[in-house]
């Protein structure tokens, strides 16, 4: 039985980097339930490496800071398609290239180039392909668990920011279509991505020890969940941000913790 009911839809996915990403596992388990898949990476240096983790799809270039690049991406799409089901936005991207630094010292070409990949990035693509979205497409986007968490540095706000972008650009969609736009919130994922913030293996475990199965979230799961929203069996939800965390958001006591800080005190 089909149950997701993706079998044969087209979906584009924004954000394949590597086999540790989110767009990976989503784009992975798409196409084990009979859905297609075209891509988009930054550079010309990604195509091969993406081409050879799916090398029966089609590989775009758009740099979404490149206006060239999103102007021309609807044209380049309708050479394989004519229409998408969904879109999953998996871009993020931080500057923590001099490492950890307090917040107020964040620079403002920083913070406005991470808002623009990993925030605005979703409004730009979702309007150049708005005319190639079936009326009943699904649009996801991955988030963070606790935007308030600052081991994330300044990206913490930007993806508040994000989460917030959600229920916007979902009523926007409402006027002319059916279409829906959700987010995950992710909670600490083993990524190359999360790998490039400031001491985030330390709170990657210590996130681990708050999940109340006491295992890591794993990348999959959030594909999972991605597969699920981008699916019409999804279809009684939208603005929203869905929390997948292993129940870590309801767990900051863990009394085993709690005991292993006052311990060491």
């Known amino acids: ?5 993706i079998k044969d839809k087209t979906f584009f996915i924004a954000g394949v980097a590597n086999k540790k990403s989110v767009a990976y596992f989503t784009a992975k388990t798409l196409l084990e339930n009979g859905a297609r898949c075209l891509f988009s990476v930054q550079s010309e240096t990604q195509v091969d490496a993406v081409k050879k ?3 029966d799809c089609v590989i775009l270039v758009c740099d979404v800071e490149n206006k060239n690049h999103l102007n021309a991406l609807p044209g380049e ?6 229409k998408l089901d969904g879109l999953v936005h ?3 991207f931080a500057n923590f290239s001099e490492g950890p630094r307090p917040f107020i010292e964040t620079k403002r070409e920083d913070y406005l180039q991470a808002a623009q990949i990993s925030c605005f990035s979703l409004v730009e693509i979702s309007n150049a392909l708005k005319e190639l979205l079936t009326n009943e497409a699904s649009i996801v986007t991955i988030s963070i668990s606790n935007t308030k968490a600052t081991s994330y540095g300044y990206l913490g706000p930007i993806k508040a920011m994000l989460d917030a972008t959600v229920p916007f650009l979902a009523k926007s969609f409402s006027e002319f279509s059916k279409t829906r736009v959700n987010a995950i919130g992710s909670g600490p994922l083993k990524t190359s991505a999360s790998a490039g913030i400031p001491d985030y293996i330390d709170n990657y475990l210590y996130a681990e020890e708050l999940t109340l199965r006491k ?3 794993e990348t999959q799961e959030v594909a999972n969940v991605a597969a699920f929203l981008l699916s019409p069996r999804s279809s009684g939800i ?5 929390l997948v965390d292993a129940g870590m958001s309801s767990n900051y006591f863990d009394q085993n913790v709690v005991k292993t800080f006052t311990k060491n005190k």
């Open 215 to 217: 295992s890591s979230l």
């Open 53 to 55: 983790l799916f090398p």
């Open 90 to 92: 998996s871009l993020a």
């Open 77 to 82: 799409i309708k050479k394989h398609t004519d």
């Open 1 to 5: 039985m089909d149950f997701l009911g």
């Open 238 to 242: 939208n603005a929203t941000t869905l």
